[in-house]
């Protein structure tokens, strides 16, 4: 671990290419802090050398949630014994329910199947409104916190898009502002800097070139922040506000979520021992 740089939100113990971040520390709306060690994001701990996978484990993860496809998770396998209860439910689905392969490689081979000026764009967009709607994954990590199935860490393959989306979902429902969620949203680019990097020096000729190249450069390790915009857009459009978004594609009406902030979230003027939940 030496030579890492300490960055927001950092679990200790991993590479920050991890991406293991806790969710805890974020301010709501109403001044409170959400709780920290209860919510964990990051990549595929299959991905975690012998002392991350230590480190994770002495988290007392209870519930593990694995937003990667069937193909993904056959591929790589998430460790046994990282956790007590593991969830493999796929967060990304075509109409007919088929499972989408959306790790980095998979994602750029579909790019290159797109036509016209912002291939990534255009793709990225797509598939991140389709995640917001009708998500088995997202309801049942819903449904898991209601139930204080927690500590909770979820992940996809590189804990950047599926991933991303949960956290930020997550964010919003506990009462943190979106240019919050946002903001944690985009801390992948800098967990991930040194990879992007890399990315963008192996391909630097045609970087300068052409914008589809660094968009691809900048999709196959990081993220962008105009599809936070397409994902606060697709539910404005669809249901007016994320009240009515929440109570109708997760069934957190108002008494939902203020058991979860409950839960979840504490005065930020108090100082507590411990994550026990106020209720």
Same mark, same amino acid.
């Given at each position: 671990?030496?030579?890492?740089?300490?960055?927001?939100?950092?679990?200790?113990?991993? $590479?920050?290419?991890?991406?293991? $971040?806790?969710?805890?520390?974020?301010?709501?709306?109403?001044?409170?802090?959400?709780?920290?060690?209860?919510?964990?994001?990051?990549?595929?701990?299959?991905?975690?050398?012998?002392?991350?996978?230590?480190?994770?484990?002495?988290? *007392?993860?209870?519930?593990?949630?694995?937003?990667?496809?069937?193909?993904?998770?056959?591929?790589?396998?998430?460790?046994?014994?990282?956790?007590?209860?593991?969830?493999?439910?796929?967060?990304?689905?075509?109409?007919?329910?088929?499972?989408?392969?959306?790790?980095?490689?998979?994602?750029?081979?579909? !790019?290159?199947?797109?036509? *016209?000026?912002?291939?990534?764009?255009?793709? !990225?967009? *797509?598939?991140?409104?389709?995640?917001?709607?009708?998500?088995?994954?997202?309801?049942?990590?819903?449904?898991?916190?209601?139930?204080?199935? !927690?500590?909770?860490?979820?992940?996809?393959?590189?804990?950047?898009?599926?991933?991303?989306?949960?956290?930020?979902?997550?964010?919003?429902?506990?009462?943190?502002?979106?240019?919050?969620?946002?903001?944690?949203?985009?801390?992948?680019?800098?967990?991930?800097?040194?990879?992007?990097?890399?990315?963008?020096?192996?391909?630097?000729?045609?970087?300068?070139?052409?914008?589809?190249?660094?968009?691809?450069?900048?999709?196959?390790?990081?993220?962008?922040?105009?599809? !936070?915009?397409?994902?606060?857009?697709?539910?404005?459009?669809?249901?007016?506000?994320?009240?009515?978004?929440?109570?109708?594609?997760?069934?957190? *009406?108002?008494?939902?979520?203020?058991?979860?902030?409950?839960?979840?979230?504490?005065?930020?003027?108090?100082?507590?021992?411990?994550?026990?939940?106020?209720?």
């Amino acid at each position: 671990m030496t030579g890492e740089r300490k960055l927001p939100h950092a679990v200790p113990g991993f $590479r920050n290419e991890m991406n293991v $971040r806790d969710l805890g520390g974020y301010i709501t709306k109403d001044g409170r802090k959400v709780r920290k060690r209860l919510l964990i994001r990051c990549a595929a701990p299959g991905e975690m050398d012998a002392g991350e996978l230590e480190t994770f484990a002495q988290l *007392g993860i209870v519930s593990l949630m694995d937003f990667r496809s069937g193909s993904e998770r056959a591929k790589l396998p998430d460790p046994i014994g990282v956790s007590e209860e593991y969830y493999p439910i796929s967060a990304v689905r075509i109409d007919d329910d088929t499972e989408v392969d959306y790790s980095p490689a998979a994602l750029l081979k579909m !790019v290159l199947k797109q036509k *016209g000026r912002d291939k990534v764009g255009s793709l !990225v967009r *797509g598939f991140y409104v389709q995640t917001l709607f009708d998500n088995g994954a997202f309801r049942k990590m819903f449904e898991l916190l209601l139930e204080h199935r !927690v500590p909770m860490a979820f992940h996809c393959s590189a804990g950047k898009d599926r991933t991303g989306v949960a956290a930020i979902l997550i964010l919003l429902a506990l009462g943190v502002d979106e240019k919050t969620a946002r903001e944690d949203y985009m801390l992948t680019n800098r967990y991930r800097r040194d990879l992007l990097k890399a990315e963008y020096e192996k391909h630097r000729i045609l970087n300068r070139i052409s914008r589809n190249m660094r968009d691809v450069s900048t999709l196959s390790q990081g993220v962008f922040s105009e599809t !936070v915009d397409a994902i606060y857009d697709a539910i404005a459009d669809k249901y007016g506000d994320i009240d009515t978004y929440f109570e109708e594609e997760y069934g957190l *009406g108002h008494t939902e979520r203020e058991k979860l902030r409950r839960m979840y979230t504490v005065s930020a003027s108090r100082r507590r021992h411990g994550n026990a939940p106020g209720v």
